[in-house]
């Protein structure tokens, strides 16, 4: 298999290679700005057989999604849990969508950009207060600061950690269970200490999580279901 990807160098911290897929295939791999090429492209291959596993899953993910029409009766995740949608349009009223008795409610004209687009300022607005509330609450419990947070529209990322303590998080994080959302937030916030996977990150995140496996399944197999 003959990857190509893209090399991320750090001047800081960062001791040990990690390598990402993103959503439009692209790989970047990251590594210490003294890291040897060849040691480089010999991580590559030993990473190939991941690489391939997620760039199949990708393109089986975009053949199987469905579509979303955002009409009546069409349901949408929040929380974990899927609710109906009921569409409307009164042109006196506040356009955008409200959330009550179970149930989607939204105000739009008959125009599916836009009636996406409400759906994405709601399930962001909805991500930022309740990602906010538990990152503090997880940062305070692990004496874990953070430089500030970030809410994406991120497809195939949950959140991400950067060099200098930044949190991102994709705003389809809403859509999953609550303790699916802790995992993420606990993964990336364990990253402040260890920017790496390793078997020391791992026993971190479990010490908080000891079911972090069991959220991690979730999103691996509800990934292309929490999609606008």
Same mark, same amino acid.
């Given at each position: ?27 970047i ?29 990708q ?61 994405v ?27 500030? #947070? %970030?809410?994406?529209?991120?497809? &195939? ?5 950067? !060099?200098?303590?930044?949190l @991102? $998080?994709s ?20 990253? #402040? %200490?260890?920017?790496?996977?390793? &078997? ?5 995140? !479990?010490?908080?999580?000891? @079911? $972090? ?5 979730w ?10």
């Amino acid at each position: 298999m003959n990857i190509s990807y893209t090399v991320k160098r750090s001047r800081k911290r960062q001791k040990t290679m990690s390598l990402q897929v993103c959503d439009d295939a692209k790989i970047i791999v990251s590594a210490p700005s003294f890291t040897p090429a060849d040691d480089i492209r010999r991580f590559v291959e030993e990473k190939q057989g991941w690489v391939a596993k997620i760039l199949a899953r990708q393109k089986q993910e975009a053949a199987h999604a469905k579509e979303k029409k955002y009409e009546t009766g069409e349901q949408f995740f929040y929380l974990g849990q899927l609710y109906p949608l009921e569409v409307f349009f009164e042109p006196f009223e506040k356009e955008g969508i409200a959330f009550r008795n179970h149930r989607f409610y939204l105000n739009c004209r008959s125009d599916k950009v836009l009636r996406k687009q409400c759906f994405v300022a709601w399930y962001s607005k909805k991500a930022d207060e309740m990602i906010r509330r538990r990152v503090d609450f997880f940062s305070g419990m692990l004496k874990l600061p953070y430089e500030r #947070i %970030r809410i994406t529209s991120a497809g &195939s990322r949950w959140g991400s950690c950067s !060099e200098d303590n930044s949190l @991102s $998080f994709s705003y389809r994080l809403i859509m999953a269970p609550p303790d699916v959302v802790d995992y993420v937030i606990v993964h990336e916030l364990v990253h #402040i %200490r260890e920017k790496n996977h390793s &078997s020391t990150f791992w026993q971190k995140v !479990e010490a908080v999580m000891p @079911s $972090f496996r069991e959220q991690r399944r979730w999103l691996q197999d509800n990934h292309s279901n929490l999609a606008l």
